[in-house]
Nanobody, 116 residues
Framework: QVQLVESGGGLVQPGGSLRLSCAAS????????MGWYRQAPGKQRELVAT???????NYADSVKGRFTISRDNAKNTVYLQMNNLKPEDTAVYYC??????????WGQGTLVTVSS
């Protein structure tokens, strides 16, 4: 069984920064892509950013230039540095890990609230 432990969410003022972390543990074999998705109230879950095992990254247009995804393969951990946060970034952020086994695992979500 695989566990994803997310941390780093919270309340921040517009223009502020937060750093999310997601550590994978358990019976996981050969992690491929790690990523972050988010779901705002009343909206569908959407891609925020992904990073491949080789370090290639992909970002949603809405976060380009403000968010940075990174990973530590030795720790099976993915990070999301979020700068210049806006109220529209308010959402539950979910970590996602794709591996050979298991193929697709989701974290429990961490709430990010951007408000003055």
């Amino acid at each position: 069984q695989v566990q994803l432990v997310e941390s780093g969410g919270g309340l921040v003022q517009p223009g502020g920064s937060l750093r999310l972390s997601c550590a994978a543990s358990g019976s996981i074999f050969s992690i491929r892509t790690m990523g972050w998705y988010r779901q705002a109230p009343g909206k569908q879950r959407e891609l925020v950013a992904t990073i491949s095992s080789a370090g290639g990254t992909n970002y949603a247009d809405s976060v380009k230039g403000r968010f940075t995804i990174s990973r530590d393969n030795a720790k099976n951990t993915v990070y999301l540095q979020m700068n210049n946060l806006k109220p529209e970034d308010t959402a539950v952020y979910y970590c996602n890990v794709r591996a050979i086994i298991p193929s697709d695992t989701w974290g429990q979500g961490t709430l990010v609230t951007v408000s003055s």
